[in-house]
Every structure is written in structure tokens, then in C-alpha cells.
């Protein structure tokens, strides 16, 4: 039996802030705001993750008025919710995201945030997809005011 997650995030885009992208620090003019690293692409695979397995979703985890969190890098959130999909006999099948981001443009940098997410995950990279999109310059995340992220996820059942 498959199941099927989806997660959205988003976040504002500052000076000053840096921009991590699927645990990857990535060069750039304005980086995310958040109680977290802000790293809404590692958040939205979270939501997905929980969503797939039936779990809620991450604030539900990591809420964000808990200071235990702040600063923290999304990587241990990845990691926590591989932990809970695992515990209820579940593995991840494939994941497919994507960024929505202005600028950086950010396709040079999929095969690093492709790597590392493997490495967090502990999955093969074919069955990890990431997708870089800009909105043509419209809206909040076209002016550089914020970027986002989506992902879809399928567990296959373990146990
Ligand atoms: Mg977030």
C-alpha cells in the first residue's frame, strides 16, 4: 500500500539572513527569516513526510514559540520525521519537490542540495526530485519579499 503526503512553506527573504536550501547554505543578497534556519524546502518535505504517514504536521513537533527550536537546523526536523514515518512501519518510496524562489537562480545548486538531502534522508537519489521555478517576477516571491517550497512524498508500508 502507498501513501501519499504533500507540505507548503514559506518564508520571508531579508538582508542579512542566511539562505539554506535542503540544508544547503547557497550564496546570496537576502536569506530566509525564520525561528528556525528557515530552510522552507527541508520544512515542506517535513509536512510532507508527516502528512503521508498520517502525523499532523510540523508545528505540531516543532512549534515555533519553543525556544528549543530557534536557530535550529531543519536537518534534525528531516531527521525527527524519518524517525516517527519509521516508527509507524512506513519507508519513504520517492520524494519530488519544488522551490519557488526569485532569485538566486537556484538549478546549479540542485546537484549539491540533491547530495546532501540523500545524505540526511538516508535515500538514493533517484528517488529524490528537486525543481527550481521563479513566479515571472509576480507577487511577493516575484519582488524577492519571500520564496516557498512544496513536496509530495510516498511511504511504502515496512512493517
Ligand atoms: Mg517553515
Avoid: C
Avoid at 524546502?41 to 528549543?68: C, E, Q, R, W
Avoid at 519509521?86 to 519544488?98: H, L, Q
Avoid at 537562480?105 to 535515500?123: A, D, F, G, Q, R
Amino acid at each position: 500500500m502507498i501513501r501519499i503526503g504533500i507540505g507548503y512553506d514559506a518564508h520571508q527573504l531579508k538582508v542579512g539572513e542566511r539562505l539554506i536550501i535542503g540544508g544547503v547554505q547557497i550564496s546570496s543578497d537576502v536569506g530566509s527569516v525564520g525561528h528556525s534556519d528557515g530552510d522552507a524546502l527541508s520544512h515542506a518535505i517535513v509536512d510532507a513526510l508527516l502528512g503521508a504517514a498520517g502525523l499532523g504536521d510540523i508545528g505540531k513537533y516543532f512549534p515555533s514559540h519553543d525556544n528549543t527550536w530557534k536557530g535550529a537546523q531543519s536537518r534534525l526536523f528531516l531527521i525527527d520525521a524519518i524517525a516517527r514515518i519509521t516508527e509507524k512501519g512506513y519507508k519513504i518510496n520517492n520524494v519530488d519537490t519544488t522551490i519557488i524562489l526569485q532569485a538566486p537562480k537556484i538549478e546549479k545548486h540542485i546537484p549539491e542540495i540533491k547530495k546532501v538531502l540523500s545524505k540526511i534522508m538516508s535515500l538514493d537519489e533517484t528517488n529524490i526530485n528537486i525543481k527550481a521555478t521563479t513566479t515571472d517576477g509576480l507577487g511577493i516571491i516575484g519582488e524577492g519579499l519571500g520564496w516557498a517550497s512544496m513536496s509530495i512524498v510516498s511511504l511504502i508500508r515496512i512493517t
